[in-house]
């Protein structure tokens, strides 16, 4: 089970001054490729799903895809939701799997970003999930990505950025200090005194949007200065697009699926030359011995109904209440049955999934809060019995 937090994660590679890739996952076979990378040179790895990709496939159709990738990996793996554009996206992404995210309010003013922030840390955290925020701008210039990210690039300052992680209590913070998403035109110009002020100021780990195009030397740079995580999709997508290419120009009729042969390929060629370069190479075991295991859990009930109540009705209740605890934060499903042998001491079944321990913890805190959906339930209930399960 190669799932692990995605803090303890990054917290190891700003530890052990190396980045890991969060990189782009745009479909089936750059999971494929990406994978193939980290297993080859024993990484740890990201994978990123970007919110603005979602117009190329379904989130929800895609992620247990991703989900069963990391768990039957043998390198550790987490998944994150990347640039998300809303407190109720990021609560869809962590329902679907993802345990980072992302949630982009840097084009707003610094106050509205940090308040936010704020309330999807809150969320997240309860859940057990890692949270980055950004504060400055960075923009896009060229390429796939660059669309979504209009206007100018605005740099991170130090002395806010230390005001921003204290408040919002974000776990690794993305900066702004000269990249773009997309493809960079002209020589890329990095402010390395900027990023190791903000460095000097925050207990934090750094991430940068944006590294395509960069050179070696530059990402030696920006790992040296406290970059931890590097966010990777425009160079991918620009190698998978050389290969179909070249497919096309080596035979103009060639069919679907000889001409999209080669992007597993070289999905996994761009990626392994990162990984290499930003150090998580060889970094499998020792990421895997200190991480914590990103586990699901679940709280099981099995009852039977009062006797007072017709078996529609409690049916009927039972569904309003299904509906409103599948809308808290860090539940994943809800599976309700009824048994098949009628003579058992209990007749009927309530199956909570929750993302994670954390997230079962906050739901037990908060239950009396949760007014209607649990007080519905439990006036359903005769006798019965609860449990709380862990992956074991
Ligand atoms: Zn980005």
Redesign the pocket.
């Known amino acids: 089970m190669p799932l692990v937090h995605l803090s303890d994660m990054i917290n190891h590679a700003y530890r052990h001054h190396y980045a890991v890739g969060a990189f782009g996952v745009a479909n089936l076979q750059f999971l494929e490729g990406i994978m193939q990378a980290a297993e080859s040179c024993r990484s740890p790895v990201v994978l990123n799903l970007?919110e603005s990709h979602f117009e190329g496939y379904n989130f929800d159709i895609l992620m247990p895809a991703v989900t069963a990738a990391a768990r039957q990996a043998t390198v550790p793996v987490a998944i994150n939701f990347?640039?998300g554009t809303s407190l109720a996206a990021a609560e869809r992404a962590i329902r679907a799997g993802c345990n980072g995210v992302?949630v982009?309010t840097s084009a707003l003013r610094f106050s509205e970003n940090l308040w936010q922030t704020r309330d999807i840390v809150t969320m997240a955290h309860a859940c057990g999930v890692t949270v980055e925020g950004?504060l400055g701008y960075?923009p896009g210039v060229e390429g796939d990505?660059a669309k979504n990210?209009p206007g100018e690039l605005a740099y991170t300052s130090a002395a806010e950025a230390v005001g921003y992680v204290e408040r919002t209590g974000v776990d690794c913070l993305?900066v702004s200090i000269g990249t773009v998403?997309g493809r960079m035109k002209g020589a890329p110009k990095l402010d390395y005194a900027r990023l190791a002020k903000i460095k000097d100021a925050l207990t934090v780990p750094l991430a940068i949007?944006?590294g395509s195009g960069l050179s070696p030397d530059q990402f030696r740079k920006l790992i040296a200065n406290g970059v931890a995580k590097i966010?990777y999709?425009t160079a991918l997508a620009d190698a998978a697009n050389r290969s179909i290419r070249e497919n096309i120009t080596a035979d103009r009729k060639g069919v679907h699926n000889s001409l999209l042969a080669g992007v597993r390929g070289a999905v996994r060629g761009e990626a392994e030359s990162c990984l290499r370069i930003w150090g998580c190479g060889g970094r499998a075991a020792e990421v895997l011995a200190q991480c914590r295991p990103w586990q699901e859990a679940q709280h099981l009930v099995l009852y039977n109904v009062q006797s007072a109540l017709s078996e529609s009705e409690a049916a009927a209740i039972m569904r309003e209440a299904k509906i409103s605890l599948e809308a808290t934060p860090g539940v994943r499903n809800i599976h309700t049955g009824q048994t098949i042998q009628a003579d058992g001491k209990y007749r009927f079944s309530l199956l909570v999934n929750f993302v994670s321990q954390s997230a079962l913890l906050a739901y037990h805190n908060q239950s009396a809060q949760l007014g209607f959906p649990n007080k519905a339930f439990w006036s359903l209930v005769d006798e019965h019995v609860t449990l709380d399960i862990r992956e074991s």
């Open positions: 970007i990347d640039h992302m982009d950004e960075v990505n990210h993305a998403h949007h944006g966010n999709s």
